[in-house]
């Protein structure tokens, strides 16, 4: 399928938190690829983010990079409203940012708890809240979650796991309260992939494989082409989905 000519997602502002590297950047090369104006945050690095904007530039798509901490309230606000108003609108968002954390729960500190609450669940709210006030009919939210909200066959991951159940709570609910809207509400629950911080070729992959039907690592790729699905008109009726891209992780 030649997605770039085909450009189903041609017209729509997209925002992308956490777009310049792993699924992120998979996301938003294909979102722009599918003819979206994309704008995604970064955190630290603006080399790998003008990296993304070059490469999907020299693919002939669009996008801006925008500098936001997504744990700091104001600035994940101001990322959707910042958007806004520099585009005019936003028709997809994307919540893909977030953290990880593997540790006996006996050794996660109340700072490490706070670390992760304030990206995966509070920067996430924030940022979704902030768009419900700018979405009209036909808004995609769409958030990055995990399978480990619902499965989690190995120790160390009470916390991100925690983080990741919240996530798929609040689809639900979310999807509930701006359906008569016309705004869908979904989940992607990624598996195993394979990015720089979960690579397949670590220790901890070893025994993750164990755990998938495939019995491989999925590549950011496959997770960005159904979040490009859900982005589209064709997905105008599915919301408040939770959504396994986990290679038989769960099943």
Request: charged share 20%.
């Amino acid at each position: 399928m030649d997605h770039g000519q085909l450009r189903p997602l041609k017209g729509k502002i997209a925002l992308v938190t956490g777009g310049s590297r792993g699924i992120g950047a998979a996301i938003t090369t294909r979102l722009a690829a599918d003819g979206a104006q994309v704008i995604f945050t970064y955190r630290a690095s603006s080399r790998q983010a003008e990296a993304v904007v070059h490469a999907i530039e020299s693919a002939g798509g669009k996008a801006t990079a925008l500098k936001a901490d997504i744990a700091d309230p104001e600035s994940a606000r101001s990322a959707v409203s910042g958007t806004v108003r520099s585009f005019g609108k936003v028709d997809i968002l994307v919540n893909n940012a977030g953290v990880a954390m593997v540790a006996p729960i006996a050794a996660v500190s109340l700072s490490d708890f706070e670390r992760l609450i304030a990206v995966n669940v509070r920067g996430l709210f924030v940022s979704t809240q902030e768009a419900t006030l700018h979405m009209h009919r036909g808004g995609r939210i769409i958030h990055i979650g995990s399978c480990n909200s619902s499965h989690v066959p190995y120790a160390g991951g009470a916390l991100y796991a925690l983080t990741k159940g919240a996530i798929a709570s609040f689809t639900k609910a979310l999807a509930r309260e701006l359906g008569p809207r016309g705004i869908t509400v979904n989940n992607v629950q990624p598996g195993p992939i394979d990015t720089d911080m979960n690579p397949a070729d670590s220790e901890f992959a070893k025994t993750a494989r164990k755990h998938i039907a495939l019995q491989r690592y999925g590549h950011a790729e496959e997770i960005a082409s159904l979040v490009a699905y859900l982005a589209s008109d064709e997905a105008a009726f599915i919301t408040g989905a939770n959504l396994a891209a986990d290679g038989g992780y769960t099943a």
